[in-house]
T-cell receptor, first 112, second 114 residues
């Protein structure tokens, strides 16, 4: 039973387009929502994270939108570049502190 | 920079073999984790450790054990490897117990059990 559901599983976007990845969670105790980026042959690395006291967080071309009432959050990549091609994981943690529950991952391909 | 290293990038083992996967971090982190990564299932926590000789089960501990004799080293052990343990294994660490901390991952070990 996945507590964090991520969609789509794969995504193809043209260079310059917007990539959107969505996640939904069930546990209302979650209070920290990071996104990790994984390139082939590498381990995941933190990309951006949000807490539920804000509805949006932006870092460069990457934005997290958060909807607490719907228990959903999403990653938007503006002006997508071929170098953004990677697998993206959303995650969530809550009262357990360090423990992250990960979504199933989205493989993004940005075509030149 | 935090560095998390894993002993092997690729491993091929036979069913029934005992398998050791080793992870070392160089930043004096207290907490270490072992995950397995499978397509469509994301990362699932196998075991974690918050101190030397301490361990806690994660979501899928069956068929695995761990060892943490030194702070910097966390080993994952498959007592008797089975084909359904073919997967990518990722180790991670964080500095200390606390909410919302970045997990630092190693590059992963891709294990094939024949």
């Amino acid at each position: 039973q996945q507590q964090v559901k991520q969609s789509p599983q794969s995504l193809i976007v043209q260079k310059g387009g917007i990539s959107i990845i969505n996640c939904a969670y069930e546990n209302t105790a979650f209070d920290y929502f990071p996104w990790y980026q994984q390139f082939p042959g590498k381990g995941p690395a933190l990309l951006i994270a949000i807490r539920p006291d804000v509805s949006e967080k932006k870092e460069g071309r990457f934005t997290i939108s958060f909807n607490k009432s719907a228990k959903q959050f999403s990653l938007h990549i503006m002006d997508s570049q071929p170098g953004d091609s990677a697998t993206y994981f959303c995650a969530a943690s809550g009262n357990a502190g360090n423990m992250l529950t990960f979504g199933g991952g989205t493989r993004l391909m940005v075509k030149p | 920079d935090v560095k998390v290293t894993q002993s092997s990038r690729y491993l091929v083992k036979r069913t029934g073999e005992k398998v050791f996967l080793e992870c070392v971090q160089d930043m004096d982190h207290e907490n270490m984790f072992w995950y397995r990564q499978d397509p469509g299932l994301g990362l699932r926590l196998i075991y974690f450790s918050y101190d030397v000789k301490m361990k806690e089960k994660g979501d899928i501990p069956e068929g695995y054990s761990v060892s943490r004799e030194k702070k910097e080293r966390f080993s994952l052990i498959l007592e008797s490897a089975s084909t359904n343990q073919t997967s990518m294994y990722l180790c991670a660490s964080i500095p200390q117990t606390g909410r919302g901390q970045t997990q630092y991952f190693g590059p992963g070990t891709r294990l094939l059990v024949l």
